[in-house]
């Protein structure tokens, strides 16, 4: 099931139908992602949502198709403006992806090439998809670090990555990928082993990207935290599965899956009286060549059943969201 969001009346940018990844595993084939649906919108900000190993990444590369593994297969569709995405050509897919589709990729020190300059690096990128000399590209470059707040852009865009601290490596990233002015931009982790402040400037400036660039923005993060302050609408995924969709409001108002309730829990309160230790979810989720029978998530769960060993379907549970849980609508789950 295809999940649409309804607040935004805007065309879809990327529809996401029945998404599977699969690798080979000890002779057998392995589920890496299993039927991710969903739309994105123009200027929409999605969350994607989850712990390490719930097929955040997964996702955004195969719709990059930056995915090579040897025996890796890739089935249902993604379209991007209209255009199917899934088995295009290396050379079509390398004229999208930079120019119309950016990836602001985990680690900043390992995005860029140590061997080159930052703004070197920029250049190429810009160079690549636009018919401009080299002291063009190079005015753009020095003009974006300025618009991502680098101070003293021009000497920067001549350093090394490896000179610059967490937090510009990071706004040069985001500098890069905007290069070209892309109309999506995949943002994975953006604020990963960044200090409080920086996250903070980090989250407001892909906040303002679609008033400045137009940009629809796809988040991957695991804190429901930044989810709050910048997302629009979230998916959660688990195991590789999509344990709930909906508007960010609405979600954090009531969960509707358990996995989504116990996230929301983690986070600690902004009001009242501090806990002495926040709740923890026991255990940690399954590989994928582990994967139980059934909800992915029940072993984990407090409130699992016998109907649980059949995989629950994403069905709506009121408000606007789907869950994929068999008890979504009982209320139990509310936060």
Not at 16 to 29: A, E, F, M, T
Not at 127 to 152: F, N, Y
């Amino acid at each position: 099931m295809a999940v649409n969001f309804p607040h935004s009346t805007s065309q879809p940018l990327l529809e996401v139908k029945d998404l599977c990844v699969s690798i080979p595993s000890y002779g057998r084939s392995v589920a890496l992602i299993e039927h991710i649906s969903f739309t994105l919108r123009e200027r929409e900000i999605l969350g994607l949502v989850g712990e390490s190993g719930s097929g955040k990444s997964v996702t955004a590369t195969a719709i990059m198709g930056l995915l090579d593994t040897p025996g890796l297969k890739i089935t249902g569709s993604v379209r991007f403006r209209g255009q199917e995405l899934v088995g295009l050509s290396a050379r079509k897919m390398r004229a999208i992806r930079g120019r119309d589709i950016a990836m602001i990729f985990q680690d900043p020190m390992t995005a860029f090439t140590p061997v080159y300059t930052v703004g070197w690096q920029i250049d190429e990128q810009i160079m690549a998809h636009e018919r401009l000399s080299r002291k063009q590209a190079r005015e753009r470059t020095v003009q974006l670090l300025a618009e991502m707040g680098v101070p003293d852009p021009t000497r920067t865009a001549n350093r090394y990555p490896h000179q610059l601290s967490g937090g510009l490596r990071q706004r040069a990233v985001i500098a890069m990928a905007l290069s070209c002015n892309p109309t999506l931009l995949i943002a994975d982790e953006p604020t990963t082993a960044l200090d409080v402040t920086v996250q903070a400037q980090i989250l407001e400036l892909i906040s303002t990207l679609r008033d400045t660039h137009g940009s629809s923005v796809l988040l991957i993060t695991h804190d429901m935290g930044v989810v709050a302050e910048t997302c629009d609408s979230v998916m959660v995924l688990y195991s590789g599965r999509i344990a709930e969709t909906g508007l960010a409001e609405a979600l954090f108002a009531h969960p509707r899956h358990p996995y989504t309730t116990a996230l929301l829990n983690s986070i600690p309160p902004f009001y009242g009286e501090r806990p002495h230790r926040l709740p923890a979810i026991a255990g940690t989720p399954p590989a994928p060549h582990e994967r139980p029978a059934g909800c992915a998530f029940s072993p984990r769960c407090h409130d699992a059943q016998t109907i649980c060993s059949t995989i629950p379907p994403l069905s709506p549970a009121g408000n606007g969201q789907q869950a994929a849980c068999f008890f979504s609508t009982s209320g139990q789950q509310e936060h």
